[in-house]
């Protein structure tokens, strides 16, 4: 049965082995977008790896399409990042300095002044750094070196685009694949337009690549959606491919296939490539490729907001509230709190309460003073 139904074993050292001396090498969007997220160093050992394969690298059209209309966004999202944390600098402040205010008179050995003065020339020293880093961050959107690698590296290695008529036929075959709940794309079926067939034109274009050349195919994705990878408790240890992807390439291309999380592929790069060993850009890419996952969570929301009310009391003034509020909520369990700003509405004191962080859209709808009584 093995022979028959090899995408439903597990593939050997062996057979791994054999796939690196041997296969093609094809990379996903966000592999090639994450460059623009990597600090120096890893970028270079990425660039490396890539230069060390540059003959048996490739990429279908599909993500050189995607990589050109996602690109500024990525380096707008860098470049916005700068600004989120100095406005964050200025939020801790302002909490700080709203906490520290009941103790101005109440204190013996607290000096809520001198606290403030020194968290003052914190934030601000913090500030300064982080605008210095925007000014020296490069302008990507004027001159972009990494694109021209990019394309040097990827030259005459990029995959056909479909014609308009084959376009329009395979985005037929994308939808009938999505009513039957063969993977991949699944997970993109709510999308709006034609975005929802962009993981399935993939997917074709990866298959069609794979029947021309003959060769063992190793996918590396950041794409971590359950219709690509069967998830840990699925596979009863670490996540691995779906077995369904590797048997449709062995099916309709009698060649071996198998897919890499970015981290997973630069750890057997160092290894199958001799590489330098370098566990801090490995760890790294891991931490890049996490943020991916966490980011595609925090976009699974249930859109219809939610009420909830809470008691709010308030330490500077004593008094107590009643909080009404609504939210969305992200799915999946809250790994941790996080602050959020109230304002007591007897004395107008900034007070930061804690949220759980499935909860996003956060906004307080109204703030009702009450009198409890003296006990």
């Not at 230069?51 to 470049?79: C, H, M, T």
């Not at 020194?118 to 934030?123: D, F, G, H, L, S």
């Not at 009938?176 to 337009?193: F, N, T, V």
């Not at 969305?328 to 004191?349: D, M």
């Amino acid at each position: 049965m093995h022979d028959l139904f090899p995408g439903y074993y597990v593939p050997t050292e062996e057979d791994i082995a054999k796939m690196w001396q041997d296969g093609i090498f094809v990379f996903d969007t966000n592999m090639l977008l994450h460059i623009y997220r990597y600090s120096p160093e890893t970028r270079e050992r990425f660039f490396e790896t890539l230069s060390r394969l540059r003959e048996r690298i490739w990429i279908p059209y599909q993500v050189a399409y995607e990589y050109q209309d996602r690109r500024v966004a990525v380096i707008s999202e860098q470049i916005r990042a700068y600004d989120v944390v100095a406005k964050l600098l200025d939020t801790v402040q302002q909490s700080l300095r709203s906490g520290l205010e009941p103790y101005k008179r109440r204190h013996a050995f607290i000096d809520p002044v001198k606290l403030t003065e020194e968290i003052t020339k914190a934030v601000s020293d913090a500030k300064s750094s982080v605008q210095k880093a925007k000014s020296e961050h490069p302008k990507y959107r004027e001159a972009d070196p990494l694109r021209e690698r990019i394309d040097e590296l990827f030259n005459s290695r990029v995959g056909k685009p479909y014609t308009k008529d084959e376009l329009e036929e395979k985005y037929q075959e994308a939808e009938l694949r999505l009513e039957r709940q063969i993977p991949p794309g699944l997970e993109d079926a709510d999308k709006k337009g034609l975005k929802k067939y962009g993981d399935v034109i993939l997917w074709f274009q990866l298959i069609d690549y794979a029947c021309a050349q003959k060769q063992p195919i190793i996918f590396i994705t950041d794409d971590v959606k359950k219709d690509w990878w069967l998830t840990s408790e699925e596979s009863q240890g670490p996540i691995r491919p779906r077995p369904e992807l590797l048997q449709e390439i062995y099916a309709e291309a009698n060649v071996p296939f198998y897919m890499y999380q970015g981290y997973s592929f630069m750890e057997k790069a160092q290894q199958f490539l001799k590489l330098e060993e370098k566990p801090e850009v490995i760890e790294e890419v891991k931490e890049v490729s996490q943020q991916d996952e966490e980011d595609y969570q925090r976009q699974q929301v249930e859109v219809t907001p939610k009420q909830t009310q809470f008691f709010f009391h308030c330490s500077r003034c004593g008094r107590n509230s009643m909080i009404s509020a609504e939210y969305s909520q992200i799915t999946g369990e809250a790994r941790e709190q996080i602050p959020t700003n109230v304002t007591c509405p007897y004395c107008n004191s900034i007070s930061t309460l804690t949220i759980p962080d499935t909860w996003i859209s956060f906004s307080v709808t109204k703030i009702n003073p009450i009198n409890l009584p003296s006990s």
